[in-house]
């Protein structure tokens, strides 16, 4: 993962340093449904590779924006303080896709 | 540019193939402040390349996200109507880097 820069010329910039790449913020927009296992995360992700889960997942502990709790059973990754403070950026990313697949041949298959 | 996929599992993900990666939402953060020449964009983004700079500007292009039009004397691009509507998640991203960089050993020098 690449060390933050000194300076950044906007707000933005410097939160895409954070969230920016397609996948990591993916992870976090399922986090924010509720807590997840490994296995349920890879199974709900379609097309993320092990490898590329886990390196995300690792990613995302570093920057301090998911954390893992047992739950007596197995590890479980819960948002963190700061990763909750996202959900602002999560919540509008969702209404804006979701107005955008009105004009697209596409459809969403949670 | 790569082609859409015909389903996606959330609305996040299908929004993220839009405005995922760095650039793109720097340079729509950039628009948003207000319409610019190819030149101001350039000079106003740290760090990145003429390459870059021309290919993200023709796949916003493309996505419908910006347009160019003649101010008489030069080429002004402009969010697009879709441009616009990304105002929220601009924003949303615009306030949570603010409260992040109170957090971090980094400086915003607009």
Not at 19 to 45: C, F, H, N, S
Request: net charge positive.
């Amino acid at each position: 993962m690449k060390r933050l820069k000194a300076t950044y010329g906007c707000p933005v910039e410097l939160a895409l340093e954070f969230v920016g790449g397609k996948w990591k913020t993916v992870i976090l927009a399922r986090l924010k449904q509720a807590p997840q296992r490994y296995g349920d995360l890879r199974a709900r992700i379609d097309g993320i590779s092990d490898k590329v889960l886990t390196e995300r997942l690792k990613d995302l502990e570093r920057l301090d924006l998911i954390e893992k709790r047992s739950d007596g059973t197995a590890l479980v990754y819960h948002l963190t303080g700061r990763g909750e403070s996202l959900r602002p950026v999560l919540e509008a990313l969702y209404r804006w896709g979701n107005v955008l697949v009105e004009d697209l041949p596409v459809t969403i298959r949670p």
